[in-house]
Structure formats: C-alpha cells, structure tokens
C-alpha cells in the first residue's frame, strides 16, 4: 500500500511570491493534515480538510490557505511568503474512526524563502 | 488547551544504554497518546500509541504506559542502539480536536 506521498520535495522562492504544496493521503484516508516545522519551533498544526472541508486551522495568517479535492489529495498555499515560512512542511492522512485518530505522515517539502 | 511537555535534550547515551523520555500532558477530556520519531531528512513515522488510561504500547523494543494519574506517558527502551538515532517526539489528539499537539521533540544520539 503506498503511502502519503508529497510534491516537491525541495521549493526554494523569493519573498513575497507565492508557493504551492502537494500531497496525495492513503488510499481510503478521507483526512488530510497539514503540520509547519520550522526550525527552533517544533511541530506546529497549520490545517485540517476532511471531505473536501476545511475542518480547523492552527495559529497561522490568513496567507497560509489550501482546498481538498475530490480525490481527497489536497494543496497548501502560501502567499506573500516571508523569510521565517522557510520550513519543512508536512502532511499526514487519517480514516476518522470513533476517537481514535492515528495519522501517517508523508516525507515532508523542504520550502526555502531567499 | 491541549499541550505536551517533553523532556528536553539532547541526549547522549552508549550502545545497550537503558533509554527513558519524559512526556507529560495536559489535555481535555480522553485524549490518544502517540510517539513518533523522526530520521535524519526525513518525515515522522508511528512509533507507538495508546488509546486509553493504562494501556502499554509497544514497538521494536521500546514502550510507553498511557498513566492518566500522573497524565504522563514516558518513552522507554531497555537497550538502545546506534540505529535508534533520531528525533522523538510525544504527541497527542483529544476530542473534536483532531490535529496532534507534539512536544518540542528530543534528539537522542547512540554511541557505539
């Protein structure tokens, strides 16, 4: 069984331009999570989509957007990007089942802003 | 709100060392445990978890107990190895709220 995939692996852009993240969940996973690692800062919970809705944001500016698809794959996007957004980003899936909430996570994009 | 506070590091320690991580929790309502851990360049992988107050998971050698008394779930290995070498961190979903709370993370380093 293939397992969450993400696209690019590496992004390098200039500040203020925008970048777009990809990530495809396992198959039969109707959740997408999306986590921001920045150096010094830990793991830090951006987004959540299930069923093609956005279901809760963490702590981040309204530049910080994404959409679930039909398919369940789902897209980050970071407008007007500044320096501290140079992280890794990461995605995880999940099947949403009773309480129990177990998320695999994909390699990760290393996003770089110069 | 939910959060994990994770015994900082980095840690140190020979080949055939007895690991512990400290993690404890604040957290509403029942929450799921979880440890990842983290390899070099790459992403977070499932290490182990645990659903309810008392249950003991476990994954290659290492194990954590869910103790809801003490709202801690500390991260053991009898014997560590060279290639246990990475990055953990203590994580936790509760509720309605489906989104993982991570620690900070502990960088643990093996000694041959």
């Known amino acids: 069984e293939a397992g969450v995939t993400q696209s690019p692996t590496h992004l390098i852009k200039t500040r203020g331009q925008q970048a777009t993240l990809r990530c495809s969940p396992i198959s039969g996973h109707t959740s997408v999570y999306w986590y921001q690692q920045a150096l010094g800062l830990g793991l830090q919970f951006l987004l959540w989509y299930d069923e093609g809705e956005e279901r809760n944001r963490g702590n981040f500016p309204p530049r910080f957007s994404g959409r679930q698809f039909p398919n369940y794959s789902s897209e980050l996007n970071v407008n007007a990007l500044e320096l501290e957004d140079s992280a890794l980003y990461l995605c995880?899936?999940?099947?949403?089942?009773?309480?129990?909430?177990?998320?695999?996570f994909g390699p990760g994009t290393r996003l770089t802003v110069l | 709100g939910n959060s994990v506070t994770q015994m900082e590091g980095p840690v140190t320690l020979s080949e055939e060392a007895f690991l512990t991580i400290n993690c404890t929790y604040t957290?509403?309502?029942?929450?799921?445990l979880f440890w990842y851990v983290q390899y070099p360049g790459e992403g977070l992988q499932l290490l182990l978890k645990a659903t309810k107050a008392d249950d003991k998971g476990s994954n290659k050698g290492f194990e954590a107990t869910y103790r809801k008394e003490t709202t801690s779930f500390h991260l053991e290995k009898g014997s560590v190895q060279v290639s246990d070498s990475a990055v953990y961190f203590c994580?936790?979903?509760?509720?309605?709220?489906?989104?993982?709370?991570f620690g900070s993370g502990t960088q643990l380093t093996v000694l041959p």
């Open positions: 957290a509403t309502g029942y929450p799921s």
């Open positions: 994580a936790l979903s509760s509720g309605s709220a489906r989104q993982l709370t």
């Open positions: 995880a899936s999940s099947y949403l089942q009773g309480s129990y909430n177990e998320q695999f």
